[in-house]
């Protein structure tokens, strides 16, 4: 089955600076990428995704990268906030399956320092 | 507001009882998801329902049973059979069983088993 790899599992970063958030998966079907982040105290909310037809998806101060030949896609936060503080988690699926194949990274705890 | 509500938040029981987790969603989704979260580690699937009266076992399903017999209603019990169930615990829904169709996430339910 597929394996989702996470990194780092912690990040701290200086308000204002930018934040990297990269993921490899292993099953080369997969074509299929959600971001959520979970905010503390709540569920995960999905922020963006991507498929496997785009290499780049952006939206505001948020994208997501995908290299599907190297099989790792990235989640990149420009212009940092406070309220950008939680733990992301990054996702992989082949479309054609449903929800249940899903398969989550192990998450990573961003923090942003005022 | 439409959402999805776990209740409660918090939960203490002893060892060797069983415990049944609430999931309430008012969004009109047919599908109903129930997550664990443990430290480290990524969301990792239990049950998952695709329509009222039916329901499949996930990755983790041991220990566990859920039932559906309301749209809106897909409560989650924890046996004395799971061995390790303390445990954070998300109750998702969708539209459909798509990816297409986002993961919308309750605010979870923190179980401690001593």
């Known amino acids: 089955g597929e394996n989702v790899e996470q990194h780092p599992s912690t990040l701290s970063v200086q308000e204002g600076d930018s934040a990297v958030i990269k993921c490899t998966y292993s099953?080369?079907?997969?074509?299929?990428f959600p971001w959520y982040k979970q905010e503390l105290g709540k569920g995960p909310q999905l922020i963006i995704d991507?498929?496997?037809?785009?290499g780049e998806k952006k939206d505001q101060r948020i994208a997501v990268t995908l290299n599907k030949t190297a099989k790792h896609f990235s989640l990149h936060i420009t212009e940092t906030q406070p309220e950008d503080s939680a733990v992301y988690f990054c996702a992989a699926s082949i479309s054609n399956f449903g929800n249940e194949k899903l398969t989550f990274g192990t998450g990573t705890r961003l923090t942003i320092i005022p | 507001d439409g959402g999805i509500t776990q209740s409660p938040k918090y939960l203490f029981r002893k060892e060797g009882q069983n415990v049944t987790l609430s999931c309430e969603q008012n969004l009109n989704h047919d599908a109903m998801y129930w997550y664990r979260q443990d430290p480290g580690q990524g969301l990792r699937l239990i049950y998952y329902s695709q329509i009222v009266n039916d329901f499949q076992k996930g990755d983790i399903a041991e220990g566990y049973s859920v039932s559906r017999e309301k749209k809106e209603s897909f409560p989650l019990t924890v046996t004395s059979a799971q061995k390790n169930p303390t445990a954070f615990y998300l109750c998702?829904?969708?539209?459909?069983?798509?990816?297409?169709?986002?993961?919308?996430f309750g605010n979870g339910t923190r179980l401690t088993v001593t």
């Open positions: 099953d080369s079907a997969s074509n299929y």
């Open positions: 991507i498929r496997s037809n785009v």
């Open positions: 998702a829904s969708s539209i459909d069983l798509t990816v297409n169709s986002p993961l919308h």
